[in-house]
């Protein structure tokens, strides 16, 4: 069994950016490339979450794994499709990125995966006062409690949290610049980017 499992998180509709983010680019790579690079320093397989309507174009674009939320699940966001992720592999770590990091690198990936420990359920980043639920890694014996939320609607990852042992992982346990976690929801925000 691989320890440790890659997922991009690619299946929001990106409704505020207007056009799906995953197929930005950013010095010349997809954003999702950028996450796949990222995760490829730490894992061997990666699986990428998909929107269905952009599973072509996906597919068109990466020899990666694209996969689609568990058909029960779709459109319950991130936790549908980290449970997707572990029903799909056998993995015992599932490490998250969400495809909107343009300025993710793979030395915080990297630095972040050194934390994966048996005693915690996940390790999740909070550099700088800031959870970032989604740039974590999840054990899979978090597998039945996210199905159980989900089963229940609560799709909030907080809810996830509150039962589970977290440990968060901040600027004092590994540095990297406050920009690395920034995350891109508009064309403004883009345009600071690529500016």
Request: hydrophobic residues 40%; glycine residues 6%.
């Amino acid at each position: 069994m691989n320890k440790m499992a890659g997922m991009v998180l690619a299946g929001g509709r990106s409704r505020r950016f207007g056009s799906p983010k995953a197929f930005a680019k950013f010095n010349g790579k997809y954003f999702f490339e950028i996450a796949v690079e990222t995760l490829r320093a730490v894992v061997e397989d990666i699986y990428i979450v998909s929107h269905p309507s952009l599973i072509d174009c996906f597919r068109q674009k990466t020899a990666e794994k694209v996969i689609m939320d568990d058909e029960r699940y779709r459109g319950q966001g991130p936790l549908a499709g980290i449970y997707t992720v572990m029903k799909e592999c056998e993995a015992e770590w599932i490490f998250v990125l969400p495809c909107d990091m343009p300025y993710m690198r793979p030395e915080a990936a990297a630095k972040l995966a050194k934390y994966a420990n048996e005693k915690f359920d996940a390790i999740i980043c909070a550099h700088f006062g800031r959870i970032q639920p989604l740039v974590g890694i999840y054990h899979r014996r978090t597998c039945k409690q996210i199905e159980k939320l989900l089963q229940a609607q609560d799709n909030r990852m907080k809810s996830l949290f509150r039962h589970c042992h977290v440990h968060y992982v901040n600027e004092q346990d590994f540095w990297e610049d406050e920009i690395v976690f920034r995350n891109v929801n508009t064309p403004n925000e883009f345009d600071d980017i690529v500016t």
